[in-house]
């Protein structure tokens, strides 16, 4: 039930930010420090939810409530007293607020500023810029990108993101959000009062419309707005907002084709409908353009249509002329749908409706199901996974074709159904083998990626099995590669390590060159198997561009989480965590919600091994929150959890729940990549049998890749397994001969110093103290404190500080002992007092000690 209090919680959906402000000014109006706030934004965007929601944290406030059209009884009737000039009212009004506050604190209220007078507004402004030393909080709202007050601290009220968004779907429709959510987030741009009526109609009939629905509060908003221009004005907007791309001098010509002058536009922008800005017509709030559209009735739509396509001339605005002569006919039109086909172009979005406009103008049924899976397969390429889905609900039983059912597995796989995606690819494979070798071949690949995602892994050399089948002599490198990923995986699924290295290494050496976002995605997950990160991130960030420059938005995602595994493997977690941002936001807004719960799974695996409980835990219950957590995410969230409790020493529950993460049937690749935290765990825990039968299914792998990275973590493997401290160093040399630079390195360095300080051994300092400074370069600080604390606790009082420190750093380390500040050090050296501090952190760098204090006391023992 959609009541006026759930409406209320979404109206303020997001809005923390402004809900703290007004917060903050009512506790300062409370201790006599009054102040202002005004909120701005769209219809519909929650400003007056925002002053209800003042209104009720006010307690003890006097509450009074003003709106344009309000008749205001005193103490502010000055506020519009028109018989005074605008000074005196502004005077007048800060008496009488001053008057009324002296039993209690007073909040003001003032919604749709906007509509204000500008001497009132002068008034407004008057008395908000002067409330410092006042019990008074003015909250006032208005409508539009710009503030009205000048002067007047605000907080503009952006549209929700498009999670925030399904998350309001989901709450209003729990039963068939999933199946109606995309379409309706599509159409709200962003807007709670939309998405609430677009909710409310999609229960009663079970359908998005392609607008605000009649009955909307918000579009009668705007249908009010529209009655009161004159009807050569919604002439002049409706041409503007039947065409997003027309721009000044394409409308002055349409006004003209009209017998109209494009000045009689004016009262529109008055209206805030529409603006014209530098050439181009831009309707400043989304809702208003396909409102006005739908607002027009049917005959009148075409003729606007027909005005448009004549105006429209040259060959690169064929398409768009193309659309407006198929929008304003009203039959079958072969010729029309043909040269729609023809002039669809490469830009995904426009190509779509392109090919869906000249389905419904083909007469032929068959050719028009060709069209519309076409359509469907464009919009999909551009990232609307929901629109694709529409598309495909339209074609008849008896046409829907082999492409069709491809497209269909890949909206499964995009859901989150793994199992069942398989199975429809599988089906879609077997339908386009004989007719599309090539696109049969497409649809085998996304079912292994389907049988992957559900955990199925026996059924891919099954799957690996018909893919070879289709291999003929001469395919193109993009092909060829599609193939060797095949045979890799196959074999690396099969326990046969040694045969999948070698396809895995042909898989990226086909791909340098190729300029194909997902053949360069797919080699970078091979880079990533084997170990070679650089080469992963290289393949990925070249996807990324390549996918960015062809508008392929539905490999985007993928490419720039491999981009992001392959940076955070070679230490560079700024770089990494930003490009897993840029992926989640190229997710959300693809509607790919399976790449959304891994990429927030990923964000929560690199927040735990960088040590960050707090962020860890915020993406872990991100990933809980949303629905159809697939095998892949679950496995990463345990794995997440675990790591956390080993960096903290818990090693019991860590390996209680890495176990389900490397269980047999489990996801293989996660298998490989956390089987070293299992082993750190066991080893902790003391299970050293358990962490042997893991270093022996591990090695085999290690050893088949030849990867320096991944032999290096084998070596440590080893080194956490032994019993016997001799042999374990010997292992952890080996991994430290083995390891380049990177997070890794340090975590081995640090593994080696804990265990040699554990058994009484001078060495450790050493590893610790590389460990310690390798954290610091790569600003980990949980890891940074973690090998501090172990240092310190090497030999305690009888560290070596001359063995350890430059001859000015023990100079320096002893004035400090004998009491001497930092700046009578600087002085007697005859340094900057800049460079003393600096010296300072790397003498507690080297000695291990967090204060002066310790220092003291180590360098005075």
Known sequence: ?????????????????????????????????????????????GRSALLRF?????????????????????PFTSLRDRNLDPYARSIALLGAVRAGTARQPLLLCVDDAHDLDRDTLDVLGFLARRLDHERVAVIVTCEGAEPVLAGVPHHRLDPLDRDASRQVIDDLLPESGADLGPAIVAVAEGNPRALVDLARHARLTGAVPQTLPPDSHLRRHYRARLATLPGHTRWLLLLAAADPDLDAAELTRAALASGLEVTGLEPAERARLVAITSGEVVFPQPLARTVVYHEADPATRRAVHRTLAGVLTGSRKELRRNLHLAAASTGADATLAAALERTAGSDHGPASVALERAAALTPDPEAAARRLVAAAERAWLGGEPHRTKALLSRLPNDLVSGTAEFLAGELELTAGAARPAAKTLLRAAARLTERDRHRALAALQRAGVAACAAGDYTRYPEIARRVAALRQPGEPPAVELVFEQFAGQAALFQGRHGAAVGPLKRVFALATSLDDAAALTAASGAAILLGDDVRAGRLATRAAEVARSTGNRAVLPQALEFAAVAEFALGRYPAATSMLLEGLRAARETGQEDLVTTNLATLAVLAAISGDRPTCQLRVREVRSRPRAGLRATSMVEWALATLDLFEGHAAPALGRLRSVVRADGDLVLRVAAAPHYIEAAARSGDRVAARRAVD????????????????????????????????????????????????RARTELLFGERLRSSHQDSARRHLRSALEMFEVYDVGPWRDRAAAALRGVEGAGVRVEGNLTAQQLQIARMVADGATNQEVAARLFLSRRTVEYHLRNIYLRLGVRSRVELVRLVGD
Do not use: Y
């Open 697 to 744: 299914a591990f090695d085999p792998w290690a050893s088949s890749t030849r990867s320096s990275g991944w032999l290096a973590l084998a070596a440590r493997n080893r080194a956490l397994a032994c019993f016997d401290d001799a042999e374990a160093s010997e292992h952890f040399e080996a991994a430290l001969g083995l390891h380049d630079a990177g997070f890794e």
């Open 1 to 45: 039930m959609i009541n006026a209090s759930s409406v209320q919680k979404i109206m303020l959906r997001g809005r923390a930010g402004a809900k703290d402000e007004i917060s903050a000014i009512l506790a300062g109006a409370a201790a006599g420090r009054g102040g202002a706030l005004l909120l701005h934004g769209d219809p519909g965007i």
């Open 54 to 74: 003042a209104a009720s944290e006010a307690v003890d406030f006097a509450v009074v409530e003003l709106s344009p059209g309000d008749r205001v009884s005193t």
